[in-house]
């Protein structure tokens, strides 16, 4: 190593230990030179996925000040999410807040700094997920499965005691990423539904769809990822499944608008009441879990989706519209 990039290191490890922040020094004992040009080369690769990460609703907005309650910080921190990650915590086992919470950044996901090689680009975790508030419900998809830590649903389906449903607030539902849930076919009300064609075909899921093959760090879905299966793809409405599942949320939409179970019929409408009949809790879960939450329109389980809506249109006195002459291409259920 140059003596200019020595002093560069040094310097960079006085300021950390200048901080308040817990750090921790790592020895390197292997033979050979340490560098920080190993990651930091002349090239954009850090750069570029910094710039996209920058855009992307991780990296902006202020959802991350929500990681000082300790309800939250497991997954709107990207500190706390990265202390829970590596102390094999679920998300309602954080005992604090996180005093200094930060956005869902390089360090929430990657192992930045660990090792000071190219291995700090490895994953916190590819382990399997146990859904923690879902009965039974595990999620096993690659490098998606780092995702599926936070993409979860923080409540199952309601259960009514003496025909009511109780304990509706406005952040009701599965709050707040119950994607994992959808992709697996549960977690609504009255319907039993299967594994997507997504969930079983597509490897490393999440990532695969949302990042590419060049591990986009917008997370917008790409659809040169959709069009290795769908090749005739120009947008994600494919075979219509967004068109027909929007066209169900809204019908079911104003029929809880007119019950006044919610208080706009759209995807941010919230409820406004805190009890219902057993029929209009399903049916106002099955809508927050479809149009407010899980955001792909039915893209991510175009079966299930379109289950959870027609149970919800049925029980609110509905007919939901006849199914699609054909179903979308890969909604079965496939063997990973």
């Keep these: 190593m140059r003596t200019r990039e020595v002093w560069a290191c040094i310097a960079i490890s006085a300021m950390f230990y200048a901080c308040d922040r817990t750090t921790e020094y790592v020895q390197t004992v292997a033979p050979g030179p340490t560098t920080c040009a190993e990651c930091h080369d002349p090239s954009n690769l850090i750069t570029g996925k910094q710039t996209q990460w920058a855009e992307s609703v991780h990296g902006t907005g202020t959802a991350y000040l929500r990681g000082t309650s300790k309800d939250c910080a497991g997954c709107h921190s990207g500190n706390a999410f990265a202390e829970r990650i590596k102390a094999g915590l679920n998300p309602d086992q954080v005992a604090a807040g996180d005093p200094d919470p930060t956005r869902q950044d390089c360090r929430a996901c990657h192992k930045i700094h660990e090792t000071y090689t190219k291995d700090d680009f490895a994953l916190r975790?590819?382990?399997?997920?146990?859904?923690?508030?879902?009965?039974?419900?595990s999620f096993d998809g690659g490098e998606g499965n780092l995702c599926v830590n936070c993409h979860q649903p923080r409540r199952d389906a309601p259960v009514a005691v003496n025909g009511i449903i109780t304990g509706i607030s406005s952040h009701w539902g599965p709050h707040h990423g119950p994607q994992s849930a959808m992709l697996l076919g549960v977690a609504g009300a009255g319907v039993t539904g299967k594994p997507s064609g997504h969930y079983g075909a597509v490897p490393n899921t999440c990532v695969q769809c949302h990042m590419g093959d060049d591990r986009d760090h917008h997370f917008d879905p790409v659809l040169a990822a959709c069009q290795k299966c769908h090749p005739g793809a120009t947008n994600f409405d494919i075979d219509g499944v967004q068109t027909d599942i929007i066209a169900r949320a809204d019908q079911?939409?104003?029929?809880?608008?007119?019950?006044?179970?919610?208080?706009?019929?759209?995807?941010?409408g919230h409820p406004i009441v805190t009890s219902a009949p057993e029929d209009q809790g399903i049916a106002l879960y099955n809508w927050l879990y479809v149009a407010h939450e899980d955001k792909s329109?039915?893209?991510?389980?175009?079966?299930?989706?379109?289950?959870?809506?027609?149970?919800?249109?049925?029980?609110?006195g509905g007919t939901p519209p006849p199914a699609p002459a054909a179903p979308a291409t890969l909604s079965q259920a496939t063997t990973r």
């Design 297 to 316: 329109n039915g893209v991510h389980n175009v079966d299930y989706a379109r289950a959870l809506l027609d149970e919800g249109i049925t029980r609110m």
């Design 125 to 137: 975790s590819t382990k399997k997920v146990t859904l923690f508030a879902v009965a039974n419900a």
């Design 252 to 268: 079911l939409g104003e029929l809880l608008l007119q019950a006044g179970l919610i208080n706009e019929n759209s995807p941010d």
